[in-house]
């Protein structure tokens, strides 16, 4: 029998009904108006990520990450299933090869959390995933093109995997010659921070591929003790640690937000990556915040802070050789 381990039981013990978060924030639903049920996307909050939002605010930044709302269901011109062109780039199972050295697995469709803002709210997951019998297949895809150099686990959330899982895909990813660097793009170590597990460490440590972790955090909210001591450890074991954020309305829409993020998680080993433009995913319209005010908050930072600690204003663009830089 495989133990439970102890982030499992706090996954499972996720909020998935908004109207318990909100009465664990003290909100009063007759205030905060959730829309009831949307099978296709649900929500899902770990109570980790919740125990950070300010009670009886309804405009917390991490809260409204996270709470459906009715604006979802608007239809916005412009507004589309896949804004990025993920269905066009899939070259074997569960894998997307968009960029020049660079595929990206689809590990699991699972997440810790929903974002509402997500790109891949509307992504068919269950065509899409990985699974045991579809990665060998993706192993000898990768295996037979010499020009990729990295491999991004992505997801959905890659780190839902168990580390028996993790620790396998990475023994035969190490196998192929012409890799060098395993990268994982993941929100975990921020909402759920107890999954960065020793095994899960020895996991990604334990080839001979340099380690690169790709976190998602868009405020300095996020960020609390717990969080701190998983990155800690993660940097420690010499993995390459740098957060991608989400310009979002209402957010972090603002040059002191994105600043107080990037020192934030400086702070426990974090450089600032990306800065994303919003991708148009139909439902996440009311999230966007227009080109130019990007450009006017990016120049901001650059005013405030040392240049390592201004990320990248980027935007994604189908069929682009590269993430279009602002
Ligand atoms: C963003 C992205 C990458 C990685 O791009 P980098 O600029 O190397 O971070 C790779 N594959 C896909 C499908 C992506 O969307
Ligand atoms: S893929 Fe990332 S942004 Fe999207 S729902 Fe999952 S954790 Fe959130």
Redesign the pocket.
Known sequence: MIAVQSWQRELADAYTDPLQLLSFLELDPDDVRVPRGNNAFPFRVTRSFASRMRKCDPADPLLLQVLPVHAESRDVPGFVADP?G?QA?AFAPAT?R??HG?A?LIATGGCAINCRYCFRRNFPYGEQQLTRSTERDALDWIAAESSIEEV?LSGGDPLLLSDRRLGGLLTGLAAIRHLRRIRIHSRVPVVLPSRITDGFIAALTGTRLIPVMVIHANHSNEWDEHVDLALSRLRAAGVTLLNQAVLLRGVNDNAEALADLAQRFFASGVLPYYLHLLDRASGTAHFEVPEQEARALHAELRRRLPGYLVPRLVR?EAGQP??TLL
């Open positions: 990025v993920d780039s997307l968009k960029y660079r990206l991004i994604e590269h993430k």
